[in-house]
């Protein structure tokens, strides 16, 4: 999903519950320049922004609503808690908040991927075309749209487009088999 502050900017937060029982993040950004990891504990909040490098604090935030949203769907969530950059705006959840957040955009990806496998056997069906076959014109591993049609992997932007192309113009599948 993308930054509160940049939508250009790609990031996704992970969870893990440390030996000692702990909550800890880790923040995973990719800019046009870089990929940054950064780490953080559940009790201890960094001076700098992570997101800027801004050294001048993030200042504390309560019962604030933020809107995820995923493959042009949205939702929003609500009483979340954390520090927001004073230079940048933007947002490091607190543990719970993170959670919540993360929790969300989990379940729009899951919808969306949901969605995405009832068209693409509708229309490999709509085409005649079995799995492998479907498989064969897209360039995929033998096994791919059985695991795009249960939702357990997502097909490349380029076989969205190109079997949504199909579904409008069946006659052109006879120039690509």
Known sequence: MTTH????VWQDV?????????????KVTLRASALVIQFQGEVAMQKKC??????????????ES??????????KVEGLSGYRCVECDEVAFD???ARRYA???DELVLRNRARQSKEF????????????AAARITGGGHNAFSRYERGEAAPLEAVINLFRLLDKHPELLKDLA
């Open 95 to 97: 543990a719970r908040s």
């Open 5 to 8: 502050f940049d939508h250009s």
């Open 14 to 26: 992970y969870h893990v519950v440390t030996p000692v029982g702990k909550l800890a993040y880790i």
């Open 103 to 105: 929790d969300a955009g």
């Open 121 to 132: 056997r509708r229309i490999r069906r709509k085409l005649g075309l079995s799995q492998a």
């Open 50 to 63: 992570g997101a800027c490098g801004s050294g001048r604090g993030m200042t504390r935030f309560t019962n």
């Open 66 to 75: 933020f809107i995820v949203s995923h493959a042009g769907v949205k939702t």
